[in-house]
């Protein structure tokens, strides 16, 4: 019997802590604002649904007014936007040198190819390094090269 009143006590325990769960959970569906662009004017772009059949309406253009429509494509229902936004694709992009994404030390990469004639213009040393930037930014074909005596890079 005592055995029974444990299990049960757990049990209840087991079930208040997912009801304690599952509220945290909807507290978080429901909470669909962003906290951090609470500061942008850009309003968020969410799914609109047909209030007749509950099926998503789908953005359109009408041409004769060159507005943007939310139509459903079960019935003939159709809403005017207000916001003329669908997608907007933010680009980040960073203009840096590349010569400050090159690591510390890589003229001791026994892996690099190394050249025999590259005059350093820091030094006047002939071995370097030499490697293609690997990174998207980069759509040239220049070589970077890195001394083997001071570490001093150049691109050529």
Request: net charge neutral.
């Given at each position: 019997m005592a055995d029974y009143d444990m299990d049960m006590a757990e049990n209840q325990q087991h079930n208040a802590y997912q009801d304690g769960a599952e509220e945290e959970e909807?507290?978080?569906i429901l909470d669909m604002g962003d906290e951090d662009?609470?500061?942008?004017?850009?309003?968020?772009?969410?799914?609109?649904?047909c209030p007749h059949d509950a099926s998503m309406l789908y953005p359109q253009e009408d041409k004769?007014?060159?507005?943007?429509?939310?139509a459903c494509r079960l019935c003939?229902?159709?809403?005017?936007?207000?916001q003329p936004l669908?997608?907007?694709?933010t680009l980040k992009t960073e203009v840096g040198n590349i010569l400050n994404s090159v690591p510390a030390n890589v003229s001791d990469d026994p892996t690099l190819a190394r050249s025999q004639n590259a005059n350093?213009?820091?030094c006047g040393h002939y071995e370097a390094?030499?490697?293609q930037?690997?990174?998207?930014r980069s759509d040239t074909l220049a070589l970077i090269f890195v001394c083997c005596n001071c570490d001093y890079k150049w691109v050529n």
């Open positions: 909807e507290e978080d662009n609470k500061s942008s004017d850009v309003k968020a772009l969410l799914m609109k649904f004769r007014t060159r507005t943007l429509r939310y003939r229902y159709s809403e005017e936007s207000d669908i997608y907007r694709n350093c213009p820091n390094v030499f490697f930037p690997s990174d998207s």
